[in-house]
């Protein structure tokens, strides 16, 4: 069974006078363990296929399976409970809570899913230590370098056992080095724990890292395909 | 939703993480909640006074006052004369079944002089009865006798100012002291008393026979005659009754036919120690209402920095709800900050308002009162401030779109 299935996924915003169409009819399908790049310039609805896909929103019409159970009908507080199970967000500008340590910052979504206090600091830890930041478990935010803070905020999509991870620009606010670290780190999870990954990017060198490439232009997929025919030459070997 | 232990957690740990936005708005809560306390306190304070100040002058006591003489067709001035006497006086205690004890008064400043020491103070004649009525023990020496009385003996009795004044440590008692350049012997002292209801030092006074006061010391044009009578009735049931006897006796003994020629007037104190007691519960209310206003603002104050904070806060909120906080989780976090803003705010101005009451009564004299309702009152008014005012900012902020507040810059 598919981790993720799309079926003409349609989102409509209706701004009074306008109705702008977002997506125009997404079907898309992804199996547990894949890594895939979302591609698209801004304005082609790459956004709000995140969003939809993350549970943040509900598609206007159509079907999404996620791991099984339909999320395209459910409501506010039954997305948020499915978001705390499955899904991981990374973000561009690391959303992390300030003046909080990366502990506790991690601990979040295990406190809104009822885990006690013990456990949750003994999995934030480990999962602060699965992505190399073992030590600096009580520094804030503020204390940490922007590749630092990207890894707690991975560390927190990792925590709840999510078997998937959305990374939206991950690597938008690094610099060429830490962002090769970060999506090693991202490279890594998806083959040594199996975490299915998808990553919206607008840079080539970062898509690179996936696997799927599926490109996304005026509310529709463009194009869906593997990442060795975009880049035969360059990524041999690299890719397993 | 989740465990209330864990969101009282987070409320806990996002209010320690902004101390200083904490602190101001329970400010507001603080400021109103002492004013509460302290209002009452006051309130209180001027109840229980008036209630000290009704048994200091008393218990049971009734006054009859001079009014009035007619003399020859012509009616003089309020207590121009003095129309009451001390056959009066006696005549009131012997004849009224309802009274214990009456007492001709007169009083005036004097100057006192022992050794080289000198000192003011205000002088009361009594035929001794003063400190029955007053219940006024003495702490050394003796009451006037009977004889003292009659023979207008040069004794007197202190006050524990005068005493302090003049004998600092020595032993009065026995001693001759000069009131008005008239030497009077000390053959009693009085208990220390303290203040009454008007700041007055009851203390600084010097009590002598009626008749020596009259004869000797203040040369009183009208001999005999007093414009004040003091009396104690038998008891609290008893106080209408002798009112009444008073007034019959003395109706006959002045010839007194309508009581328009009244030349006297009798007073209940308790009467008039009611409507004051009346009147300082209506000044209390009052308080209490302004001081209620002031923790309305404190309220409306948290309403308002719960609202600002949740703005501030929408990246924060998005956050939450992007790992998985649920509405409940989010209404429940922010209700929670403001309850617990309330209630550190209501236990701050709680002792805010018990110091400010304790200043109050130090500085400015006048008593306060603390009372166990008024904390509770205002303890619980500040709870319903927190749930009443905090319910809209929290909803607010449960009810935000995540994608909004996480793109919320």
């Known amino acids: 069974m598919a981790l993720i299935e799309l079926r003409d996924i349609r989102k409509i915003y209706d701004l009074g006078e306008v109705r702008v169409e977002a997506l125009r009819g997404v079907s898309l399908s992804m199996e547990k363990g894949e890594f895939v790049a979302v591609m698209g310039p801004s304005g082609s609805g790459k956004s709000t296929l995140m969003n939809i896909l993350g549970c943040l929103d509900v598609p206007s019409s159509g ?5 099984g159970r339909d999320v395209s009908n459910m409501g506010k507080d039954d997305l948020a409970q499915v978001r705390g199970q499955f899904i991981g967000f990374v973000f561009q500008g690391f959303n992390l809570l300030s003046r909080t340590s990366a502990l506790e910052n991690v601990e979040l ?22 992505v190399g930041l073992e030590g600096r478990e009580h520094h804030e935010p503020k204390q940490l370098s ?3 803070q990207q890894r707690v905020a991975i560390a927190r999509a990792l925590v709840g056992g999510a078997p998937l991870i959305l990374a939206d620009e991950p690597t938008g606010n690094l610099d060429t080095k830490t962002s090769d670290e970060i999506m090693d780190l991202f490279e890594n999870l998806n083959r040594t724990k199996g975490i299915t990954i998808i990553l919206v990017t607008h840079e080539p060198d970062v898509a690179r890292y996936s696997r799927r490439v599926v490109t996304v232009r005026d509310g529709l997929i463009v194009s869906d395909e593997p990442m060795e025919k975009r880049t035969e030459i360059e990524k041999e070997g690299e890719c397993a | 939703m989740i465990a209330p232990s864990a969101i009282l957690g987070i409320a806990r740990k996002s209010l320690r993480t902004n101390k200083m936005r904490s602190l101001l708005t329970a400010l507001g809560i603080i400021i109103g909640v002492a004013a509460v306390v302290a209002m009452f306190a006051i309130g209180t304070g001027a109840n229980k006074k008036v209630a000290e100040h009704i048994s200091s002058m008393g218990s049971n006591l009734l006054i009859v006052r001079s009014g009035s003489t007619t003399s020859g067709g012509q009616r003089m001035g309020m207590g121009a004369t003095p129309s009451l006497t001390f056959a009066d006086a006696e005549a009131i205690q012997k004849e009224c079944p309802a009274v214990a004890l009456a007492d001709p008064s007169a009083s005036g400043a004097v100057q006192v002089v022992y050794g080289n020491m000198n000192w003011s103070t205000r002088s009361e004649g009594t035929n001794g009865g003063l400190l029955a009525i007053q219940e006024w023990p003495l702490g050394a020496g003796r009451n006037f006798t009977d004889s003292d009385i009659r023979s207008s003996a040069k004794v007197c009795i202190l006050g524990q100012t005068v005493v302090t004044n003049l004998f600092g440590d020595e032993d009065p008692v026995g001693k001759t002291i000069r009131v008005k350049k008239v030497p009077v012997t000390v053959v009693g002292v009085l208990k220390k008393k303290g203040n009454n209801a008007m700041g007055q030092d009851q203390d600084d006074t010097l009590l002598l026979p ?19 009578i003091r009396v104690k009735a038998a008891s609290e049931a008893e106080i209408a009754a002798a009112s009444e006897q008073i007034t019959a006796l003395l109706n006959q003994r002045h010839r007194i036919r309508t009581a328009e020629d009244a030349d006297f007037s009798v007073m209940n104190l308790t009467e008039i120690m009611e409507a004051a007691k009346a009147s300082t519960q209506a000044l209390s209310l009052l308080l209490a209402a302004v001081a209620s206003i002031s923790l309305l603002v404190g309220g409306i104050g948290i309403m308002n920095i719960m609202l600002v904070s949740v703005t501030e806060r929408t990246r924060e909120i998005g956050i939450r709800m992007a790992v998985g906080a649920k509405t409940a989780d989010i209404l429940f976090q922010f209700l929670a900050e403001a309850i617990i803003l309330s209630l550190l705010g209501g236990i701050l101005g709680i002792a805010l308002g018990a110091g400010a009451s304790v200043l109050i009564s130090r500085y400015a004299g006048w008593s306060a009162v603390i009372s166990p309702f008024s904390i509770i009152l205002a303890f619980g008014f500040s709870a319903a401030i927190g749930i009443f005012f905090g319910y809209y900012p929290a909803s607010k902020a449960a009810k935000l779109d995540p994608i909004e507040a996480l793109r919320y810059e």
């Open chain 1, 63 to 67: 079907s999404y399976l996620l791991d």
């Open chain 2, 210 to 228: 009626i008749t020596t006061a009259q004869k000797r010391i203040y040369g009183s044009r009208f001999q005999g005659r007093v414009n004040m």
């Open chain 1, 146 to 148: 922007g590749g630092q």
């Open chain 1, 109 to 130: 979504p295990l406190l809104y899913m009822g885990v006690p206090r013990q456990e949750r600091a003994k999995r934030a830890l480990d999962a602060l230590r699965l």
